[in-house]
C-alpha cells in the first residue's frame, strides 16, 4: 500500500511498469486468487493431519439414583452381609490415542490429491495474474489512444485556424469568395465537434484505467509513453503452438486436477478395503470400573490394541463414491483436450491478427507520407490561389485520416503482440 500510495504521489503521470505495478497490488481478483492459494495450502496440512496420531481428552460427571447396598446372604447368619455401599457421584477422565495403521489408501491418496490441487491453484494464481495484468496494458493503450486522437484533433484545428485567418485575409482583399472562407468556417466547427467526442472518450478511457488499477476514478490520471518502432519478430505458428502446450497455465493447472482426481479415485476405492488402528486409552475415573471393589475414589488404568473394521455390506456405498470420482476424472480429461483445441485456435488467431496488424502499420505509414506531401503541396497552391478551399480541406481531411488511421494500427499492434504473448503463455508484467 505505501509504495502504491508512494508511486502516485510523486506525479500523476505513470508509465506502463508503473501502472502495472500499482494495479497488480490493488487487484482485487488477484487477493481473491491468491486467498484460493491459502486455502489450497491448508487443505495439504489437513489432509495430512489424518494420518498422525489424534490425542483426546473427555470427561463427564454422573449422578446416579439411591439404591441399596450390595450385600449377600450366607447360610447360617441371620444378618446380610454388606459388600459395599453403593457409590452415587462418578467421575471419568479419560485420555485417548488413535494412530491409522492401514485405511484402504484412502488417507494417503486424500494427501497426495489435496497437493496437486494446491500446485493447481498456485498455477491458476499466477495465470490470474498474467490476465490482470493484459487487462492493465488493454486499458492503459485504450488510454494512450484517445489521448492521442485528441492531440491530432487539436494540431489539426491550429492548422485549420491558421488557413481561417489566411483566407480572411484573402477574403478581405478580395481573392477568395466568401463561400470559400465558410467552407473553411464549417470544417473548423465540425473538428470542434469532434474534439468535444475525443475529450469524452479520454474521460471514459481514463475512468476504466483508473478502475483496473484500483484508484479513485475522479483522479486526474495522465500516462507516459515511450513511443517505439513496432518490430515484428520472427514468429513461426508451430514453434508458438509448441510453446503455449509447454507453458499456458491452464493445461497445466488441469494436468494436476487428472492426478488429483486420479488420486480422489483411490480414496473412493479404499471402501472396498478394512480399516486397522492401532488405539490406547488412559482412565482415571472414580470409581473405577476395573478396581474391585469400587472405591469412591480416584484411580487410572489404561489399555492398548488393534482395531479392524471392515464393511462387508454398504448398499452400494462404495460403488456409487468410486462411479462419481471416475467421471470426474473423465470430465476433467475431457476438458483438458477442449482447453488444448481451445489454445490452438486462441494462438493461430493471433497469430493472423499480430501479422495483420503489422501489415495495417506499414500500410497507414506510407498513406501519412503521401497524405502529408498532398498537404504541403495543396496549402502551397491554396496560398498561390492555385488551389480552392475545398482541395485545402480535402488534404486536410485525409492527413487526419490518415493519422487516424497509423494510430489505431500502432495500437493495435501492441495489443495483437500482447495478446499473442499472453496466448502462448509468456510473462508479460
Do not use: C
Amino acid at each position: 500500500m505505501l509504495l502504491t500510495i508512494s508511486l502516485f504521489a510523486q506525479s500523476n503521470t505513470l508509465t506502463l511498469e508503473q501502472s502495472l505495478e500499482i494495479g497488480l497490488k490493488n487487484s482485487k481478483k488477484l487477493k481473491i486468487s491468491h486467498s484460493k492459494v491459502v486455502g489450497a495450502n491448508a487443505k495439504i496440512k489437513e489432509a495430512g493431519s489424518a494420518m498422525l496420531p489424534k490425542l483426546s481428552l473427555s470427561a463427564n460427571y454422573t449422578r446416579l439414583s439411591e439404591v441399596d447396598p450390595f450385600q449377600v446372604v450366607v447360610p447360617f447368619s441371620p444378618v446380610p452381609i454388606k459388600i459395599q455401599d453403593a457409590v452415587l457421584n462418578n467421575y471419568n477422565l479419560g485420555l485417548t490415542i488413535q494412530q491409522p495403521l492401514f485405511t484402504g489408501f484412502k488417507l494417503n491418496s486424500l494427501k497426495n490429491a489435496a497437493e496437486y490441487n494446491s500446485t493447481a491453484q498456485e498455477i491458476e494464481h499466477t495465470k490470474e495474474i498474467n490476465e490482470e495484468a493484459f487487462n492493465i496494458q488493454s486499458a492503459f493503450w485504450k488510454l494512450y489512444k484517445s489521448q492521442k486522437m485528441l492531440r491530432l484533433i487539436d494540431e489539426n484545428l491550429s492548422a485549420i485556424e491558421k488557413h481561417l485567418n489566411d483566407t480572411k485575409n484573402f477574403l478581405d482583399n478580395g481573392l477568395v469568395t466568401k463561400n470559400d472562407f465558410l467552407k473553411i468556417e464549417v470544417q473548423y466547427s465540425n473538428l470542434k465537434l469532434r474534439k468535444i467526442d475525443a475529450e469524452n472518450n479520454v474521460n471514459l478511457a481514463r475512468v476504466s484505467f483508473n478502475k483496473i488499477l484500483g484508484i479513485k476514478l475522479s483522479e486526474s490520471t495522465d500516462i507516459i509513453v515511450n513511443e517505439r518502432e513496432p518490430l515484428l519478430a520472427n514468429f513461426k505458428y508451430d514453434n508458438l503452438l509448441i510453446e503455449a502446450f509447454e507453458n499456458r497455465g491452464e493445461l497445466k493447472s488441469l494436468n494436476y486436477r487428472i492426478q488429483s482426481g486420479e488420486e480422489y479415485v483411490t480414496a473412493a476405492n479404499s471402501g472396498w478395503f478394512p480399516s486397522v488402528y492401532l488405539f490406547g486409552h488412559l482412565y482415571y475415573n472414580r470409581p473405577n470400573q476395573r478396581i474391585m471393589p469400587l472405591k469412591d475414589e480416584f484411580n487410572n488404568t489404561w489399555d492398548l490394541g488393534v482395531s479392524l473394521n471392515w464393511d462387508l455390506w454398504d448398499w452400494g456405498n462404495t460403488s456409487s463414491k468410486t462411479i462419481q470420482s471416475e467421471q470426474l476424472l473423465l470430465q476433467t480429461r475431457t476438458a483438458y483436450e477442449q482447453l488444448k483445441e481451445g489454445i490452438e485456435t486462441e494462438v493461430y488467431h493471433n497469430y493472423l491478427k499480430l501479422i495483420s496488424e503489422n501489415k495495417k502499420v506499414e500500410v497507414s505509414k506510407l498513406t501519412v507520407a503521401s497524405a502529408k506531401e498532398n498537404y504541403r503541396i495543396t496549402k502551397e497552391k491554396y496560398l498561390q490561389q492555385l488551389a480552392t478551399s475545398a482541395d485545402l480541406i480535402d488534404a486536410e481531411t485525409d492527413l487526419l485520416n490518415a493519422q487516424t488511421l497509423l494510430t489505431n494500427s500502432l495500437i493495435d499492434f501492441e495489443l495483437a503482440k500482447i495478446s499473442l504473448e499472453k496466448s502462448v503463455g509468456r510473462k508479460i508484467y
